[in-house]
C-alpha cells in the first residue's frame, strides 16, 4: 500500500515496485489508505507512506494506526524534509528514505522489511 499525494512521486514507486513485480494500491490520503486497510477487503504486506501528506493524518499517523492493527507491519516512511523527526514520531523497525532517493533503494528497503517478516 502507497500513500503519496505528488502524482509525479506516485509514478516513480509505482514504476519502481512494479518493475521489481510487487502489486500495489496508491492512495492520495493517510485517510484513503487507512481505511482501506481497516476494510480487510485486501491483505496488505508493507506500507510506504510520505510523511507529510494532505489532510488531518500524516505518514507518522498512518503507520502509528497500522501498528495498532498489526505490530509487526512493514513501514518505509518518505520524506523530503522530516527526516529528523523519525526517531521521535515514527514507528520501531521502520525504514525511513530521504527525497530524492533512488528508486533501487525502495524496492531494497520493501525487500528487507518483506524478507524480515518471513523469517
Request: hydrophobic share 45%; charged share 20%; no cysteine.
Amino acid at each position: 500500500m502507497i500513500a503519496e499525494d505528488e502524482y509525479v512521486l506516485q509514478g516513480i514507486v509505482e514504476d519502481a515496485l512494479s518493475e521489481a513485480g510487487f502489486a500495489m494500491d496508491i492512495l492520495s490520503s493517510a485517510e484513503e489508505a487507512l481505511t482501506l486497510f481497516k476494510s480487510g477487503t485486501k491483505t496488505y504486506k508493507a506500507l510506504v507512506t510520505d510523511v507529510g501528506l494532505k489532510g488531518r493524518m500524516s505518514g507518522w499517523e498512518i503507520a502509528r494506526q497500522i501498528r495498532e492493527v498489526d505490530p509487526g507491519f512493514p513501514v518505509i516512511y518518505m520524506t523530503g524534509g522530516a527526516a529528523d523527526q523519525w526517531a521521535s514520531r515514527g514507528v520501531p523497525n521502520s525504514i525511513l528514505l530521504e527525497k530524492p532517493f533512488a528508486p533501487a533503494q525502495l524496492v531494497t528497503a520493501v525487500s528487507q522489511l518483506l524478507n524480515i517478516g518471513t523469517t
